[in-house]
């Protein structure tokens, strides 16, 4: 076996001591860092911890975005979701899956992760681990220098390219052991755990949901519409997403493609909107409703410009409208 590993690096504090810690034994280390469209904003900032903590710790990163496939295992995991739309199981076995092709590129040996025995519900259980190593074809190739003196040991420690004494026994939630590693390990380079997946947030969970319920043929950027505006879905059609803020009305006018008509207000402040569907006079009627609530619009009508292959104008007539009944 190859004195060189791929190490699946998310920036986070026990990925990069996990690293660490092979590499104080001599062993030569490659960063593995997945991106997708389901990170959060501060994951996407963690990305770049990535690039920072593999700065300090002297190894080559590779990035890789999780492609398309990634969404077809989001729509329907073997292993089911956890508490929202996150599939952590299907999930990690896609990911050691695409480590196992890096592996193969790179012409390593084993596959390191910073994962801890008993810290997440879903994927960091004895059982679960079990699946995740069987399903992603790495049976015996994946050292978890967290925790691995709880595992049987993997092939590395075996064949005495590890020395397993060096390892350690980490379980739980709790990070104070990994704090003080880090400290002698004079490591600062880490992001703050948790927190960094859009698939385990409640709402935005909810709006992925909706667009697996009524869109068949969505695309990366109805995706990525998921995290910008205020989301209505009008019926089985139409859903209209409404700019918060000068930045995201900025983004929807960027987004405004083919797929979706675009909707300004005309003659007054107000928010912009994107439709996905072909509304009718009722649909555009509400929309107008909609722009003119978040504007606090004070007039009896309300002129908007509607955007998609010839530009328009309706005029929609004010009324109250039951907002909650149509927020995603
Ligand atoms: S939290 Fe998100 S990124 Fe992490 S394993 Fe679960 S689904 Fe995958």
Excluded: W
Excluded at 171 to 176: F, I, K, L, V, Y
Aim: aromatic fraction near 6%; hydrophobic fraction near 35%; proline fraction near 4%.
């Amino acid at each position: 076996m190859k004195r060189k590993a791929i190490s699946l690096l998310s920036g986070g504090l026990d990925s990069v001591l996990a690293t660490k810690i092979v590499l104080s034994q001599g062993i030569e280390v490659v960063g593995l860092h997945f991106t997708s469209p389901f990170s959060s904003k501060r994951e996407k900032e963690r990305g770049l911890q990535a690039v920072r903590s593999s700065e300090e710790l002297g190894i080559k990163l590779i990035i890789k975005e999780k492609e398309s496939d990634y969404i077809d295992i989001i729509k329907k995991p073997r292993y089911g979701y956890g508490k929202n739309m996150n599939p952590c199981i299907d999930c990690r076995i896609y990911m050691l899956k695409k480590t196992k092709d890096i592996m193969e590129e790179e012409d390593a040996g084993f596959v390191i992760t910073g994962e801890v025995l008993g810290q997440r519900p879903m994927s960091q259980r004895r059982d679960t681990i079990n699946i995740i190593e069987r399903e992603s074809g790495l049976a015996g190739l994946i050292l978890r220098p967290l925790s691995a003196m709880l595992f049987p040991p993997s092939m590395p420690e075996k064949e005495g390219i590890v020395d397993r004494s060096r390892l350690f026994d980490i379980t739980g939630r709790s990070r104070a052991i990994q704090y003080e590693l880090a400290s002698k390990f004079k490591l600062s380079e880490f992001g703050c755990p948790g927190g960094g997946c859009l698939l385990t947030d409640p709402i935005f969970s909810r709006k992925l949901k909706d667009l697996f319920q009524h869109d068949t043929s969505f695309t990366m950027d109805d995706i990525v519409l998921l995290s910008i505006g205020r989301h209505f879905r009008l019926n089985e059609k139409i859903k209209v997403i409404v700019g918060r803020n000068k930045a995201e009305n900025d983004m929807l006018c960027s987004l405004d493609k083919d797929a979706y008509s675009l909707v300004l207000p005309l003659g007054f402040t107000g928010p912009m909107a994107l439709i996905k569907g072909n509304p009718d006079e009722s649909d555009l009627d509400i929309i107008g409703n909609i722009i003119a609530y978040f504007s606090k619009y004070p007039n009896d009508t309300i002129d908007i410009e509607i955007r998609d292959k010839k530009t328009r104008v309706f005029t929609a007539k004010k009324r109250l409208l039951d907002l909650d009944m149509i927020k995603i």
